[in-house]
């Protein structure tokens, strides 16, 4: 399902006093929305062919402070700007801000007009590129976890974080009563989405008090990262014009369950047959899947970061809560790192559980399409399918257990550096040495509790 704009359309829109502002942004390195507010007649008037943006963006971390050491961006070379370059096929209308429509742009190097090589966007395009070039088309969808509190984002600034209070008040996983609650900000998270001209499929309780998922169909992997961004974005503001808010945080409470975003991904050719499936295959995987599978095996422990990029993000990998530890495959198994879904049909796909609700999807996808490709060049054969409960069972490899180990597994990666270059490794392992350092430098509640009095 395509955007819904056009620039005939919105002009039109914009002529009827239907739309009279236009969004232009661009994903940053945490996956947020970054951009201006247009006025839609500067816009449709040559406004909109590009406009700029301080080329700092991609070098600032959550707080939105300037990041040192950074090689693409620094005050020695004067933070100048990005070229914002919208792609006119993300036009669209967004239902829940009145009178608006958004466009998503690519960033580009001011001189060059070439695509900024550290820009999430543009990393996944190199890796739909490569794979288009092997005769092969990347489809990808994510389930994207969240959870829904009582309180506004200012209350909870004015009163603390201490207040908050799920919507639920207790497990609500596929619970109808529960989620009946939740309804006057879901039903419009389901609507104005559709109405955005993203195909949602459903939205679900989950497995904790306040857990919430939102699904969407499936669509080619730079469109499915669109859409996730999109979603998050628009689950934010819908909540937040309701008077409550929402967190995408992996792990908000020691003692609830995490919040996943499930990557699921599929191969076909370029003239629409499912790569994928083998009826006479295990699980009906053909050669090609597996493949494709051992590569993202093969390379799990160096692609975490962009599954889990904060120190929070590791928190979710815990025993009994639905989250994997461990790096094996099986078939339909939520214990497994990675899960053979749709088996014996021309659905069957590979479902990585390892991101957090906290990913940039641009960058999680990019790295599964890399080492998945990677196994197909290599032809890598597929260890054998681990079952039952993959939480007890010894000597099997462990997901990183901390923000450090994953981000030294990407800085000593050859794959990721080999696929995505040595710009953007070093890039993004700068941002997680970042993480590191602020965490480490914070006195934390817990610390306080456990040492004020005893130590």
């Not at 370059?85 to 190097?109: E, F, G, N, Y």
């Not at 001011?110 to 490569?130: C, G, M, N, Y």
């Not at 603390?160 to 109808?176: C, M, Q, S, V, W």
């Not at 006057?184 to 679900?204: D, Q, S, W």
Request: glycine share 8%; net charge negative.
């Amino acid at each position: 399902m395509p955007a819904n704009l056009t620039l005939d359309t919105l002009k039109k829109a914009y002529e009827s006093g239907e739309i009279d502002t236009v969004l232009v942004v661009a994903p940053d390195m945490q996956g947020r929305l970054m951009g201006k507010r247009f006025h839609a007649g500067f816009f449709l008037n040559g406004g909109g062919d590009e406009t700029h943006c301080c080329n700092y963006l991609l070098a600032i971390d959550m707080e939105m402070n300037t990041v040192p050491g950074y090689a693409s961006s620094s005050w020695e070379k004067g933070y100048g700007d990005y070229v914002m370059k919208p792609d006119l096929s993300t036009l669209r209308r967004l239902p829940w801000l009145p009178a608006t429509a958004m466009v998503i742009c690519d960033l580009l190097d001011h001189d060059t007009h070439e695509e900024i090589a550290v820009s999430p966007r543009a990393i996944l395009k190199r890796q739909i590129a490569r794979a288009r070039d092997m005769g092969l088309e990347a489809m990808m969808a994510s389930e994207l976890e969240f959870y829904l509190f009582e309180n506004s984002y200012e209350s909870l600034r004015d009163d603390g974080l201490g207040t908050l209070r799920p919507a639920a008040a207790y497990n609500e996983d596929y619970h109808i009563f529960q989620t009946s609650r939740e309804e006057g900000v879901m039903r419009k998270i389901r609507n104005h989405l559709f109405g955005a001209g993203i195909p949602v499929e459903n939205t679900k309780g989950e497995a904790d008090a306040g857990q919430a998922e939102v699904n969407y169909r499936y669509s080619d992997a730079l469109d499915t990262a669109d859409n996730h961004t999109i979603i998050k974005q628009a689950v934010k503001e819908i909540a937040w014009s309701e008077g409550k808010s929402v967190t995408f945080m992996a792990k908000y409470d020691t003692s609830k369950a995490g919040s996943a975003a499930h990557v699921h991904q599929s191969l076909w050719s370029l003239d629409g047959k499912p790569a994928f499936y083998d009826k006479d295959g295990h699980l009906g995987m053909s050669k090609l899947m597996e493949h494709f599978v051992a590569g993202q095996l093969a390379a799990a422990e160096e692609m975490t970061v962009f599954f889990a990029p904060y120190v929070n993000s590791y928190k979710r990998f815990c025993v009994g809560l639905f989250a994997p530890t461990k790096i094996v495959w099986s078939g339909d198994n939520r214990t497994a790192g990675f899960r053979v879904c749709g088996a014996h049909s021309k659905a069957v796909r590979i479902e990585c559980r390892i991101p957090g609700s906290d990913v940039n999807p641009y960058l999680a996808c990019a790295a599964l399409l890399a080492a998945g490709l990677d196994g197909i060049e290599r032809k890598l054969e597929l260890e054998p399918e681990a079952r039952g409960d993959l939480y007890s069972r010894p000597n099997l490899r462990e997901i990183p257990k901390n923000l450090r180990d994953a981000a030294a597994a990407l800085k000593g990666s050859s794959m990721l550096r080999r696929t995505l270059g040595d710009e953007v490794v070093d890039h993004y392992h700068h941002a997680a040495q970042w993480e590191i350092s602020e965490t480490d430098r914070v006195v934390t509640d817990f610390e306080l509790q456990r040492l004020l009095e005893r130590a």
